[in-house]
């Protein structure tokens, strides 16, 4: 049906009708990618929304209005999570995010034109938040804009799934054609042509036989009529054949390809508990890092002078917290930490728990294991 007729079918008459008459069926074909895809977008979206974004000055960790804006509320409407899993799921689906800085909160441009320049700053004009149509136009560096490449991923995804979801109708067609059930039915039929006779025929046939062949029918009686017999023509022989599972691994195929193209492991995509552990860290190395170093990049060129981030007032996202370890699994790790000079509060933030006001808790430790070259080189004294 091409796109015109479709969209005449929602007329009668010259009138449209109402939605409730209107019916269109997508392939099922469409909802195996619709599933990779949206699977994808979502593990990315909920582990970067995971992520604590860290704000320094000067070196130091510092929680102020840019930690609690990309941490908790970017603005009035939404939280944390929320914002950044539209953004991810805009910068995923269309390929690019634009989001507008005002008084300190964070907007999510619906809609938007860009004039790229080579040696002036590109200017953003028509921006749409909502049902919001903002009139002024917004120079680069007033806005923060996420776009990881420039190849549409989900393009070239669509351009793969075109001959590959033609692959699986196709053997589910097989797959029906091998297991249905055909007759035949040989008899005497030079009999009346007339319109009572064949209603006759036409009625063993298609529901007498219609409730025989019906596998949701658990014991249907059929009395076959006088000088009619059945043979079995349903295709038994060897050859090429097709069973259920053929199809699902052509179905395996395309969440294969999805995963290929986002870099998230196979088995995490499948939900597949093998090797957890390096499927996560391979998720958090190839699918999260990258678009994680890109916001962070970009946040941090446009909200922060050159002169600041040079003097290390910056933020950083954190995608440790991706993760999640079991305290005892990091007992021996820890204590490490604390031998090489790592004070508690240090440790308790590594952790993503909470420092404790004590001054215990500043106090660096070594032990006495260590020690410098000068002092080996004098045979360990001091």
């Not at 860009?114 to 919001?132: R, T």
Request: proline share 2%; with cysteine; charged share 30%.
């Amino acid at each position: 049906m091409s796109m015109w007729q479709w969209i005449k079918s929602f007329f009668k008459n010259g009138q449209l009708e109402s939605m409730k008459d209107c019916y269109y069926e997508l392939s099922a074909e469409y909802y195996y990618k619709k599933l990779a895809i949206e699977t994808c977008v979502n593990l990315i979206a909920n582990a970067l929304s995971r992520c604590e974004i860290k704000t320094y000055k000067e070196g130091k960790l510092q929680r102020g209005n840019m930690y609690y804006a990309l941490n908790v509320q970017p603005n009035q409407n939404q939280n944390a999570t929320a914002f950044f899993h539209k953004a991810i799921r805009k910068f995923i689906y269309e390929n690019e995010c634009l989001i507008i800085m005002e008084n300190d909160n964070f907007y999510i441009a619906d809609s938007f034109d860009v004039k790229e320049y080579a040696f002036y700053e590109n200017v953003y004009s028509n921006i749409q938040i909502g049902e919001l149509a903002l009139n002024r136009t917004y120079k680069e560096s007033e806005v923060i804009r996420l776009k990881l490449t420039d190849t549409k991923i989900l393009s070239v995804i669509d351009e793969l799934y075109e001959s590959h979801g033609k692959m699986i109708e196709a053997a589910k067609s097989y797959y029906k054609l091998k297991n249905n059930k055909r007759v035949l039915v040989k008899g005497d039929y030079l009999r009346a042509q007339d319109d009572e006779t064949q209603k006759k025929i036409d009625d063993m046939f298609e529901n007498q036989l219609k409730n025989w062949f019906d596998p949701d029918k658990k014991s249907v009686a059929f009395q076959l009529q006088d000088g009619f017999e059945i043979e079995d023509m349903s295709d038994s022989k060897t050859g090429l054949t097709i069973d259920s599972r053929d199809i699902s691994n052509l179905v395996d195929d395309i969440f294969n390809y999805v995963a290929m193209a986002f870099h998230v492991p196979r088995g995490l995509l499948k939900g597949d508990l093998a090797d957890i552990d390096k499927q996560t860290d391979n998720f958090i190395m190839f699918a999260i890092n990258p678009p994680a170093e890109m916001m962070e990049d970009e946040i941090n060129r446009k909200a922060y002078s050159k002169e600041e981030y040079l003097n290390r007032t910056y933020l950083k996202i954190d995608t440790s917290k991706i993760k999640v370890s079991d305290i005892t699994e990091l007992a021996t790790a820890l204590d490490k930490m604390f031998a090489i000079g790592f004070t508690l509060n240090e440790i308790f933030e590594e952790m993503g728990r909470e420092t404790v006001d004590d001054p215990i808790a500043n106090i660096r430790h070594i032990t006495k294991n260590y020690q410098t070259v000068e002092q080996a080189l004098k045979g360990g004294e001091t």
